[in-house]
């Protein structure tokens, strides 16, 4: 198997598996003990300078708020960054210059609802540095291998492309068929955090509704963070095991945290705040605005608790639970709310 | 005359949903490939199959998605999944149409969402790949819908994030793309192209009404293939303007 | 990547990726259409003479018997199978001379049981051949690299053994690590089978508990049966598509078999049936009970139905059923039934 | 004179259970093994995570379970996963513990559960790898159990099913198995081995009660490393011998 092309955009987040086993060795446990703590803990004891961070979900589904929102009030520098389409969660985190460095799958817009302003002035003044081009489904399996304990994973995809070109793949003929195989090296990121709808307090997290790619980047990650609608009894998640997708040894701190994923949807539970979107896209417009937005949401608020008064309190939130259950159609004056 | 009050969107729409055959399956993106599929299935592909590329399999969908991750995309679905086996699904062979949008492509059908200037120091940054790469790589027919003008139909594109026919017949076997793939279809505001079997360059197939073949040229900085004889794409039915404004009752996509 | 060893098995069920693509392509139905069939019927149109067949569960554990009893009856010769922790299943099968080629992991035992004396005795007397050694992770594996539709997947396992020495396998040198990585062919079964508790007349089919392999080994074969204990409405798994295993698009066949893994177990509803299982390996350590067995329960019956009257009908099935959900306890005397 | 109306089954669960550490995981088949992670469980090491092939994960065992897929290896479990989750954890480090059997062993822990006699046309043939050499290849520690005589304790296995220290020190590596792996403890009817860590050679820790060197070197065909001052395994308890019959009441797997 020679080698027949080498992309050149940087390794991120690889790790010799002997080397990783043996951290996972020495560093993650394998007893059944009570990890709850706050997301300030959390953050303070797992995600430090210069980490390299992903989170679950997909675009504007099921990412962890919470944390992002405590990432930034904690003043966190030089991430380097998963952009396996992250959309609010890397834009206000480039937006508060915790993250300086992307590997971009998808990154510096919001689907639908346009591109990122912050995202991509600080890509285009040089302030953020993409390090490396991946696709969706080639970010996915380098976790996949990362969750495997293995060096690589083959696929066919990037081939041909610039995407391969600024990526860290290798290019090989497969000895089995003789055709050219791309391998894509193993991503092992430093945390990875999730929102889940629940979590005993050892860890064990459940998803309803599609999984994305968490099954595979919870065992990729070095750390793993949860923050969960609410800590339930372990007999709870013992009932439905066939439903655990995140199980304790995978899980360093567990977080009560209702509503954690806002302004993102959380599926079942409450729909994308539109609303509160909009107004960082337009914020963020400017230097000026992205600073007002986090004085008013980030800095200006004691915990996520107040975050969800100033959004627009109860009556947002249960505007955005009618409209998720399908009991109410979108954009109803509550959805607005006073955010 | 009721016939031809449509907006360019509808037409876009129709357009896209009339390639779908039923009994196949599609990769959907958000916005008008979701609206296209939709429209399909409540015309003349009721079993066609979507799929999403997060893991929402053949669902009921109540409301038009936002989001590629939306609980719309696996609403009463058949399964709610994941990126794995979605995308194992198309490494696999399983699924026939993909869409993809484009900020610029080339005669190939090789594709741009990344950057504009430099890669390290763009002048313009846009969101890169996504699932774009992997769809352009693996779907059986892949679907372009894009704006059309001389800044967007490149001769020669500044990074190419999505495989087209790259450099030509037997590239993408070559470079060990899937066999038999590539890009089928590429829609914008002026026609419907298809690729010339032999070169697999972009020929156009159709005008979309009132649009004249000089205003095509204009609007491509390298030249497209053109037959002598070019038939007008046909505009959307009445059934099919009620069926998208049931499908997009705000106008969210369609436009008001 | 330089070849540095190469296995001499023999390679069993790869297909040049390209290849199985087309094929996809042209025999899968993605339309969502009713499969249902009889299992004569299904065993009639989808297993052929010589094909490859692989059988989902895992030992004595969800595993499709009305179908292996209904692949004896029909007669069906020169098969191969995957001996994937098959007990039961590859047991009678080669018994009756239907399976003639095994790749092991797993095979001629039935774990704490003991040895499989009709097994063993086919493969000592050169009647049945083992063509290729593998190991559990080694073959589920190969099953995913297939049901990725990649040509193979990288391991860590089998390397330094004759196990690797007989599998279909190669060593290389892994271009991040420099170091030697075993490579997995992918291995496509011509047809899959499983037991689940629940399936639309679409094939949109559903397991508690512990999937095994069931995901990859459903994506890998070409052709998917499925029998089922219960035929549902689409409603039913549309109200819980995270509950899917198998979508309806992987499955050509779906049948509705109450009790279909007896005698082995099926989570949550009935328990291996130990005095079938017994009577098997006690009839097949000589070819005359072998026959025996065979004429009593396959070719004397008319169907699964009537089997399942021989086996001890209601009262034992009500009794598998109570011990399963561990009212009753193991070796109580309805157990033992009159079967 | 009570403790010493033990039998040897028991001796082997006891001496077996009492290598696994609180707070770490075991990778589990039927039998004895089981037992041994269940008596743990219930004396010193109440946190041991314990983790099946077929994908039951840390289950509170209601009874002892027949087969490795047996629906009471996930009863009231934390995750009723697959075999690729767990394998992909052993693969990736997470698994401190694994058991053997064996049909027969070499001076280097590699294992023979394969075939005796030639490969194509096998004297005896037996089940293979199974779950060993996914085992065998990933757990940080193996240990061992099997019966011991001449024709099991071989100088060189008719078949390497699994990977012991291969040819000895530093081959595990060479050939490509994770680095710090390999087999930790054997033990049989007669005593309990590790592995010189210079020759990577069995060595004797300890002979069972009433068992002499003379017998555990004539049951061996190869020479045994034997240190001057071998101790004694401890019996099993009164309290370790009422938790086995609490675990196997009919004696399943202890015996009558």
């Known amino acids: 198997m020679e080698i027949l092309q080498e992309g050149h955009g940087e390794l991120v987040g690889w790790h010799d598996p002997d080397e990783h086993r043996q951290w996972v060795r020495e560093n993650k446990s394998r007893e059944l003990k009570d990890k709850t703590m706050t997301v300030a803990e959390a953050v303070g004891k797992f995600v430090h300078d210069g980490d390299f961070i992903a989170c679950g979900g997909f675009g504007h589904v099921r990412v962890p708020m919470a944390l992002i929102y405590e990432i930034i009030r904690q003043g966190r520098r030089n991430l380097t960054m998963a952009g396996k389409t992250a959309v609010h969660d890397i834009d206000i985190l480039i937006g508060a210059g915790c993250v300086s460095r992307v590997e971009v799958a998808y990154a510096f817009g919001h689907e639908l609802r346009g591109l990122s302003p912050a995202g991509r002035r600080a890509v285009e003044t040089g302030k953020c540095k993409v390090v490396a081009e991946i696709s969706n489904a080639g970010y996915q399996w380098r976790f996949l291998a990362a969750a495997m304990g293995l060096p690589f994973i083959p696929a066919r995809i990037l081939m041909g492309t610039d995407t391969f070109e600024k990526s860290s793949a290798k290019i090989v003929r497969d000895p089995w068929s003789g055709k050219p195989v791309c391998l894509l090296p193993?991503?092992?990121?430093?945390?990875?955090?999730?929102?889940?709808?629940?979590?005993?307090?050892?860890?064990?997290?459940?998803?309803?509704g599609i999984l994305v790619e968490d099954f595979e980047l919870a065992r990729a990650a070095?750390?793993?963070?949860?923050?969960?609608?609410?800590?339930?009894?372990?007999?709870?998640?013992?009932?439905?095991?066939?439903?655990?997708?995140?199980?304790?040894?995978?899980?360093?701190a567990v977080c009560e945290v209702p509503y954690g994923a806002h302004p993102t949807q959380m599926p079942y539970l409450y729909y994308f705040d539109e609303a509160h979107i909009r107004e960082w896209l337009t914020l963020s417009r400017t230097e000026e605005g992205t600073k007002a937005y986090f004085d008013r949401y980030v800095f200006g608020v004691r915990d996520f608790e107040e975050y969800l008064e100033r959004v627009g309190g109860v009556r947002k939130l249960n505007a955005l639970r009618r409209i998720e259950q399908l009991r109410a159609p979108i954009g109803t004056p509550e959805e607005e709310g006073n955010g | 005359m009721a016939e031809t009050r449509y907006t360019p969107t509808e037409l876009l729409a129709c357009v896209a949903a009339r390639l779908l055959e039923d009994g196949k399956s599609v990769f959907v993106g958000t916005g008008l490939p979701m609206i296209a599929a939709m429209l399909a299935q409540r015309t003349h592909a009721p079993n066609l199959l979507i799929i999403f590329e997060a893991g929402g399999i053949g669902p009921q969908v109540p409301v038009l998605p936002i989001s590629v991750g939306d609980s719309r995309t696996f609403y009463r679905a058949v399964s709610a999944?994941?990126?794995?086996?979605?995308?194992?699904?198309?490494?696999?062979?399983?699924?026939?149409?993909?869409?993809?949008?484009?900020?610029?492509?080339?005669?190939?059908g090789n594709i741009n969402?990344?950057?504009?200037?430099?890669?390290?120091?763009?002048?313009?940054?846009?969101?890169?790949?996504?699932?774009?790469?992997?769809?352009?790589?693996?779907?059986?027919?892949?679907?372009?819908?894009?704006?059309?003008?001389?800044?967007?139909?490149?001769?020669?594109?500044?990074?190419?994030?999505?495989?087209?026919?790259?450099?030509?017949?037997?590239?993408?076997?070559?470079?060990?793309?899937?066999?038999?793939?590539?890009?089928?279809?590429?829609?914008?505001?002026?026609?419907?192209?298809?690729?010339?079997?032999?070169?697999?360059?972009?020929?156009?197939?159709?005008?979309?009404?009132?649009v004249t073949v000089e205003e095509i040229r204009a609007n491509?900085?390298?030249?497209?293939?053109?037959?002598?004889?070019?038939?007008?794409?046909?505009?959307?039915?009445?059934?099919?303007?009620?069926?998208?404004?049931?499908?997009?009752?705000?106008?969210?996509?369609?436009?008001?």
């Open chain 1, 222 to 252: 070095r750390r793993v963070i949860i923050t969960t609608e609410e800590i339930v009894d372990e007999d709870v998640i013992r009932r439905t095991p066939d439903r655990t997708v995140i199980p304790f040894y995978l899980v360093d």
């Open chain 2, 113 to 210: 969402t990344t950057v504009f200037g430099d890669w390290e120091r763009p002048e313009v940054r846009l969101p890169g790949s996504g699932g774009a790469n992997d769809i352009g790589s693996l779907c059986w027919r892949t679907i372009i819908v894009m704006r059309q003008d001389c800044r967007r139909f490149l001769q020669r594109l500044p990074f190419i994030t999505t495989p087209g026919y790259l450099t030509g017949p037997g590239a993408r076997a070559a470079a060990g793309l899937p066999e038999g793939t590539g890009p089928y279809r590429v829609i914008t505001q002026l026609g419907v192209y298809g690729f010339d079997e032999e070169t697999r360059r972009l020929m156009l197939l159709s005008r979309h009404p009132g």
């Open chain 1, 186 to 208: 193993a991503a092992y990121p430093d945390v990875a955090m999730f929102h889940v709808p629940r979590c005993d307090r050892y860890g064990n997290a459940q998803i309803d």
């Open chain 2, 220 to 256: 491509s900085e390298f030249d497209i293939l053109i037959p002598a004889d070019v038939p007008e794409s046909a505009p959307p039915t009445p059934e099919e303007r009620r069926i998208l404004r049931e499908i997009d009752p705000i106008g969210m996509v369609i436009g008001g």
């Open chain 2, 81 to 108: 999944s994941s990126m794995h086996d979605v995308m194992s699904a198309l490494q696999s062979g399983y699924v026939d149409y993909g869409f993809l949008g484009a900020a610029a492509i080339d005669p190939y």
